[in-house]
């Protein structure tokens, strides 16, 4: 399944059903422009290619790579004001365009839901189950935006119905957009709308997803209980498994894997991006995110530590994740120290490393190097890794400490590829919170993940001060040092917790309110 962008702004306004797409995969191109309601929802493709427009508002780059470079884990390089960059460094405001993007696309994916919602029944000449289950992808599609938008800005506007472009909505409390939410997916699973997998339509919604969306919007409310039961049961569907080779997971080898429960579908010649544009300059890229120190000491070793060599023996996820001196890159070898002769000398130019590691995940060299334009490697949403450590700790927060505990994360650890000693059994309660939260960061980097997990563990301060970079050995002092650019970041826990709403929606939205402290 492909998807274009379509743009519109802003939660009060309308938005045309139709949108884009086309692929050898089910998904057609309509042209652009408005369809009178005397034609439309009169046929199946109607509804199709109403829900097809849902799917173009899903997260791509942006929200899966870059999203991380907010966090302790990694750096969003600047580019002028109103990106991720100022949120990284904890100087962002309601006007920054980054997070206003986002806000307009989730709300601009619920109104294209709610008027496939409110318009489907009109069709009579369909199949009614194929009917239903275009509604069940609408629900699950609004259910997926609303845990986005209740997980970064906290009590939202929750709309449910198609809008007058004058309406003026108030917020809902978070724990009813939740709450919500889980009854979507409910209805979904429970009435079994959704189909366990697809034979052509792949990359649609199914149950999988719709059960792995529901652990994820109860695990990042602190709803254990429900966390747990929903990810056993995709545990129990036993059709995930892990994908052996993790770095083939984020190239074109691993696209559409038994790993992948839910992602954002690309393809040439429909949507493609510039494959190369967030990692490494001598490869094209433009450094745009770089994996930093703090991310690099969350990697355990599988072997003796080498004093002489930090990268000996570590976390094979560590060199599949992130370019460090030494390691090969493209057809010669990665190099950022402040001697190097390559493009990848840090902050040698605009495009170069600013701490001197770049992003290899998500790149596939050899595929795109030819014509790095037509990128199309598709962004994973969710994935088993993640439901599988959402199991253990959500066992380990209920403390129901027990032996699925320790399989569900050994056998992330323990994935060919990775092959890391297993968590041996007797750990406490708080030792195994670290460990998960350790495995969580390393397993799942530049995933768009980490944001949501600082939060919810309260832990945002961690990113506070010097960021910190390449660890490599000073031939001057002697001493093993990072490369820092004497960049401080900041975090309020008074306010970072959640985003501020965006003042172009203030501005013509009297309803709504700001969160703390903006």
């Known amino acids: 399944m492909n998807i274009i962008k379509n743009t519109t702004k802003h939660i009060g306004m309308a938005c045309l059903f139709l949108a884009m797409v086309a692929c050898d995969q089910g998904l057609d191109l309509l042209p652009p422009g408005e369809v009178s309601e005397l034609i439309y929802w009169q046929e199946e493709k109607d509804a ?6 849902i799917y173009v508002e899903l997260d ?49 994916g619920v109104q294209r839901a709610n008027n496939v919602l409110a318009n489907i029944n009109r069709i009579e000449q369909a199949d009614p189950e194929l009917l239903s289950r275009y509604g069940a992808e609408a629900r699950f599609l609004r259910a997926f935006f609303y845990t986005q938008l209740s997980s970064l800005w906290g009590d939202v506007p929750l709309i449910t119905e198609p809008l007058d472009v004058t309406a003026q909505v108030g917020r809902t409390a978070r724990e009813d957009v939740v709450d919500f939410v889980i009854a979507e997916l409910d209805q979904i699973i429970q009435g079994n709308q959704l189909p366990l997998n697809y034979s052509q339509d792949i990359g649609r919604a199914t149950m999988g997803a719709a059960l792995a969306l529901k652990a994820r919007v109860a695990y990042r409310n602190e709803r254990y209980a429900v966390a747990r039961d929903a990810a056993k049961a995709v545990m129990d569907l036993g059709i995930y498994e892990l994908y052996p080779n993790y770095e083939e997971l984020f190239q074109y080898a691993g696209q559409n894997s038994s790993e992948v429960i839910f992602d954002r579908q690309y393809t040439v010649g429909g949507d493609t991006y510039n494959a190369f544009s967030f990692s490494a300059a001598s490869i094209g890229g433009g450094s745009v995110v770089e994996p930093i120190h703090n991310l690099f000491l969350k990697y355990g070793y599988k072997g003796p530590q080498n004093p002489n060599d930090p990268f000996e023996n570590i976390d094979p996820r560590w060199s599949y994740t992130s370019y460090y001196t030494g390691q090969p890159i493209g057809s010669s070898t990665f190099n950022s120290l402040p001697d190097s002769p390559t493009p990848d000398r840090v902050r040698s130019t605009e495009f170069s490393t600013v701490h001197g590691y770049n992003l290899k995940k998500w790149v596939d060299y050899e595929a795109d190097r030819s014509n790095p334009n037509t990128g199309s490697i598709n962004m ?84 506070i001060g010097t960021v910190e970079g390449l660890y490599y050995f000073n031939e001057t002092s002697g001493q093993w040092e990072t490369i820092t650019s004497g960049l401080n970041r900041n975090f309020r826990p008074e306010r970072d917790y959640l985003w501020p709403i965006p003042q172009s929606e203030m501005e013509i939205n009297d309803a709504i309110t700001q969160n703390p402290n903006y």
Request: net charge negative.
């Open 48 to 53: 199709r290619l109403a829900v097809n427009g």
């Open 60 to 108: 791509g780059q942006l929200m899966v790579k870059e999203l991380d470079a907010v966090t302790d884990i990694g750096f969003r390089a600047p580019s002028g004001p109103g990106s991720l960059h100022d949120v990284s460094m904890g100087s962002f405001d309601p006007v920054n365009a980054a997070i206003g993007s986002q806000w307009n696309r989730y709300y601009r």
């Open 380 to 463: 994973i949403l969710i994935r088993y890794a993640d439901v599988l450590l959402m199991y253990a700790e959500s066992k380990i927060e209920l403390n129901e400490i027990d032996e699925s505990v320790y399989e569900a994360i050994n056998s992330v650890r323990e994935r060919p590829t990775v092959e890391m000693p297993p968590i041996t059994a007797g750990k406490t309660q708080e030792e195994l919170r670290s460990i998960i939260r350790d495995e969580r960061a390393v397993e799942l980097a530049f995933e768009g993940l980490r944001l949501f997990d600082m939060n919810r563990w309260e832990i945002g301060a961690d990113k």
